[in-house]
């Protein structure tokens, strides 16, 4: 079997190149001039140079797939509307319509569960549980979420669309070994005492390993009950925020505590009128605190993989302790927490 990967050079994406070939898919990986493919060269995939905003590119990469993966996407708390909709919405649907011109038969997207976040001035969300039948958000105080909520919304519309099956897929918390992305700047973030929690309450979440994650790819790129579905996917295991951060942060060899919490509405109040400023002198740069930022940092949201587990079989095997073993070796090879902190400056 082929797959077609959007996003195999990152985090989340080069994992399931990874088990792809182990598991005896030919993988195919649309790559930027500038991607770092050697990993990719060393498993033999075959590479397709393009990116989300070359749509000539994505009406050719899922030529003779049969699954495709759409992992890429434009990830930031801080951009123009019209890009996020240029590399989010646009791209996914140039993708959904090749990938049925070319006859591929499922089409998995990497979601977000935080599509389901809701928070303004007065109210932060405070999600215990919740499945996927949970409803979409009225309004998002960001254009990352509203541009995934669109996409979301387009690749279920395609489902059985001319014999296209679509799935969608919101892990929570990805976390875990290789992570130089999110990692780095939460640590950045408590190197210069500027993690603060915000809000009130346990702040709990759901974390979602990256290997739990690739596992249930696989399954959703195999299992006949998957179509047509959105499945939250995680660790199976609640967690307060906080005690979640420290952890990762203490294998990232950073001794880190908790302080006050600023209040709720203090700090949205300031997000929001930094992002005001921002926007007024077009910064490209974004304000040392967002709107998204302080729903992060504020909201509980814990999500049931009750539906994965029954329909796809799924079973989160990499359990917290293991995780944050795996993750402090990886932290001592790369060659600690400054060589960690160093990837802030390539993000």
């Known amino acids: 079997m082929k797959a077609i990967v959007t996003g195999g050079t990152g985090f989340i994406g080069g994992k399931l190149v990874e088990a792809l070939v182990r598991n005896g898919y030919e993988v195919r990986c649309l790559i930027r001039k500038t991607s770092n493919v050697s990993r990719l060269k ?17 009406r050719n990469l899922p030529d003779g797939g049969e699954v495709v993966f759409h992992l890429a996407a434009l990830v930031t708390d801080w951009g123009d509307a019209d890009n996020f909709y240029k590399y ?21 997207y990497m979601s977000s569960s935080t599509v389901v976040w809701k928070s303004d001035f007065w109210n932060i969300h405070k999600l215990i549980d919740i499945d996927e039948t949970y409803p979409y958000t009225e309004k998002h105080t960001d ?17 059985k669309n ?13 976390w875990g070994a290789g992570d130089t992305v999110i990692l780095p700047r939460i640590a950045m973030a408590a190197k210069k005492g500027i993690l603060y929690p915000m809000g009130s309450g346990e702040r ?18 195999e299992n006949n009950k998957a179509p047509g579905n959105i499945y939250f996917i995680n660790d199976g295991v609640k967690i307060p925020y906080m005690e979640f951060l420290a952890k990762q942060l203490s294998a990232s060899g950073i001794d880190w505590t908790a302080g006050f919490s600023i209040p709720y509405k203090f700090a949205y109040a300031v997000a929001a009128i930094l992002e005001v400023v921002f926007k007024l002198i077009k910064s490209k740069k974004p304000p040392v605190l967002t709107k998204m930022a302080v729903a992060v940092l504020s909201g509980s949201r814990s999500y049931s993989i009750e539906k994965a587990r029954t329909e796809l079989g799924y079973k989160p095997e990499v359990k917290m302790d293991e995780g944050i073993k795996e993750l402090k070796k990886w932290v001592t090879e790369l060659g600690g927490t400054d060589e960690l902190l160093k990837h802030v400056l390539k993000i």
């Open 42 to 58: 060393e498993l033999g995939v075959e590479l397709f140079l393009g990116d989300l905003g070359d749509l000539e590119a994505l």
């Open 88 to 108: 989010n919405v646009l791209a996914t649907k140039e993708l959904l319509e090749s990938s049925k011109t070319h006859g591929v038969k499922r089409f998995v």
């Open 143 to 159: 254009n990352y979420n509203a541009s995934k909520t669109q996409a979301e919304k387009l690749v279920l519309k395609y489902n």
């Open 162 to 174: 001319e014999g296209l099956e679509t799935i969608v897929v919101r892990p929570s918390n990805v």
């Open 204 to 221: 709990s979440v759901t974390p979602c390993h990256v290997y739990n994650l690739v596992n249930a790819l696989l399954l959703i790129a």
